[in-house]
């Protein structure tokens, strides 16, 4: 499993559904009697996530702890604080659950232990993740010797991207070469791109990317509609489907028509289907040939939608223009992918002396979206920001 992101959901109508969806997921677990769970980061979606979730959460480890399922981790880049605290050591405190991301720094290399599985003698060990592409400096420097060296059957868990297994929508992002992981592993379990994908290469059996337990945006509901994860059993893997609800998308080329066509397309569309515990996605592009999007009823039209019980509906008209207004480009990506390519357009536009810009403006963007310390002041806060701002301007 990966990026269960629970938490993530703003909205207090689907707020839930990433919990229900770990719930369903550990209860699959528990059914099908698992040896040992691969969690490869972003338990939650935040360093501090909700007492609610937390409780619900601790009380699912706990479960499997009893029935003597171990659940092996990895910090992913949203378990991580800007502290460098994560919950995830609380819970491993707790005993709840092992974070095999565990290792020394010896004549400036990275030496990674492993951790042991009772039950099956499987070796596991990983890197976590970090905003930014930060870990990547992890990789490159990697002690791959040892790991290589070591005999048994081995599990690398990793939370990144990997260029090789990049699909195109995602070409822009940041990623690391396949040869950046130890060769000879039996299974590597990943995380971080929010993609279903398994794959071997020479020398690297089983990179997998098991999928979000439940798609966090739009874009995701789209394209996966459900989450997903793996059981590997004697070499063969199983994905494994998660829903919680059903999701229904739609997509309406709004080219020469006008807001009432819109709205008669819309209902034809969602006419006669059973909408009850569904996700309604409207997704309009193009350009009007008359009028406005806000001519287009959408209260009416939602209204519609809750009366057919749908669980909740939302729309997309990032790309609905008209002849009144001149377009605006919104990109329907992560925020990450969005910020890395506004980064990228805008390099060199601005005379300046600094050596790498790219690099220096993704700094300046992690340091000032560092949290306060427990028990710090605001002042306190201003100048550690201040501070490493200064650092990195060189002023």
Same mark, same amino acid.
């Given at each position: 499993?990966?990026?269960?992101?629970?938490?993530?959901?703003?909205?207090?109508?689907?707020?839930?559904?990433?919990?229900?969806?770990? +719930?369903?997921?550990?209860?699959?677990? +528990?059914?099908?009697?698992?040896?040992? %769970?691969?969690?490869?980061?972003?338990?939650?979606?935040?360093?501090?996530?909700?007492?609610?979730?937390?409780?619900?959460?601790?009380?699912?480890?706990?479960?499997?702890?009893?029935?003597?399922?171990?659940?092996?981790?990895?910090?992913?880049?949203?378990?991580?604080?800007?502290?460098?605290?994560?919950?995830?050591?609380?819970?491993?405190?707790?005993?709840?659950?092992?974070?095999? *991301?565990?290792?020394?720094?010896? /004549?400036?290399?990275?030496?990674?232990?492993?951790?042991?599985?009772?039950?099956?003698?499987?070796?596991?060990?990983?890197?976590?993740?970090?905003?930014?592409?930060?870990?990547?400096?992890?990789?490159?420097?990697?002690?791959?010797?040892?790991?290589?060296?070591?005999?048994?059957?081995?599990?690398?868990?990793?939370?990144?991207?990997?260029?090789?297994?990049?699909?195109?929508?995602?070409?822009?992002?940041?990623?690391?070469?396949?040869?950046?992981?130890?060769?000879?592993?039996?299974?590597?379990?990943?995380?971080?791109?929010?993609?279903?994908?398994?794959?071997?290469?020479?020398?690297?059996? /089983?990179?997998?990317?098991?999928?979000?337990?439940?798609?966090?945006?739009?874009?995701?509901?789209?394209?996966?509609?459900?989450?997903?994860?793996?059981?590997?059993?004697?070499?063969?893997?199983?994905?494994?489907?998660?829903?919680?609800?059903?999701?229904?998308?739609?997509?309406?080329?709004?080219?020469?028509?006008?807001?009432?066509?819109?709205?008669?397309?819309?209902?034809?569309?969602?006419?006669?289907?059973?909408?009850? /515990?569904?996700?309604?996605?409207?997704?309009?592009?193009?350009?009007?040939?008359?009028?406005?999007?806000?001519?287009?009823?959408?209260?009416?039209?939602?209204?519609?939608?809750?009366?057919?019980?749908?669980?909740? =509906?939302?729309?997309?008209?990032?790309?609905?223009?008209?002849?009144?207004?001149?377009?605006?480009?919104?990109?329907?990506?992560?925020?990450?992918?969005?910020?890395?390519?506004?980064?990228?357009?805008? =390099?060199?536009? %601005?005379?300046?002396?600094?050596?790498?810009?790219?690099?220096?403006?993704?700094?300046?963007?992690?340091? %000032? *979206?560092?949290?306060?310390?427990?028990?710090?002041? =605001?002042?306190?806060?201003?100048?550690?920001?201040?501070?490493?701002?200064?650092? +990195?301007?060189?002023?």
């Amino acid at each position: 499993m990966a990026d269960s992101h629970i938490g993530a959901w703003r909205d207090p109508k689907l707020k839930d559904l990433s919990m229900k969806a770990f +719930i369903k997921a550990i209860n699959i677990a +528990i059914e099908r009697k698992v040896d040992f %769970i691969l969690l490869s980061g972003d338990l939650f979606n935040t360093s501090l996530p909700g007492i609610e979730h937390l409780k619900q959460t601790t009380k699912k480890l706990k479960e499997l702890k009893e029935k003597n399922i171990p659940i092996y981790i990895i910090p992913g880049s949203h378990d991580f604080s800007p502290s460098g605290k994560t919950m995830i050591d609380v819970l491993e405190e707790a005993g709840m659950l092992i974070n095999v *991301c565990k290792g020394t720094i010896k /004549n400036k290399k990275l030496i990674l232990q492993f951790t042991e599985d009772e039950k099956t003698g499987v070796k596991i060990t990983g890197l976590l993740g970090k905003r930014g592409m930060l870990e990547k400096k992890f990789y490159e420097e990697l002690d791959k010797t040892n790991l290589e060296n070591t005999q048994g059957t081995k599990i690398f868990m990793f939370h990144t991207a990997l260029t090789e297994l990049k699909p195109k929508e995602l070409e822009r992002m940041d990623s690391s070469p396949i040869s950046f992981l130890p060769k000879g592993f039996e299974y590597y379990a990943g995380g971080h791109v929010h993609i279903v994908k398994n794959k071997s290469f020479e020398n690297y059996k /089983n990179i997998v990317f098991p999928g979000p337990l439940m798609p966090t945006n739009f874009s995701e509901l789209e394209k996966l509609k459900k989450g997903s994860f793996y059981i590997y059993n004697h070499g063969k893997l199983e994905l494994i489907s998660i829903e919680v609800v059903k999701v229904f998308p739609i997509k309406i080329d709004a080219d020469n028509k006008s807001p009432e066509e819109i709205y008669e397309s819309m209902e034809q569309l969602t006419s006669g289907f059973d909408l009850s /515990n569904t996700i309604v996605l409207i997704r309009i592009h193009g350009k009007l040939k008359n009028g406005k999007s806000t001519n287009i009823n959408f209260k009416e039209y939602f209204k519609k939608l809750y009366n057919q019980k749908a669980f909740f =509906v939302m729309k997309n008209i990032a790309k609905l223009t008209s002849e009144e207004f001149e377009e605006i480009k919104v990109k329907d990506s992560s925020v990450n992918d969005i910020e890395e390519e506004i980064i990228t357009e805008h =390099v060199g536009q %601005i005379k300046n002396s600094l050596q790498n810009e790219e690099r220096t403006t993704k700094e300046i963007l992690r340091i %000032i *979206c560092k949290e306060k310390h427990e028990g710090e002041k =605001v002042y306190e806060y201003e100048e550690r920001i201040k501070k490493d701002l200064n650092a +990195i301007l060189e002023l």
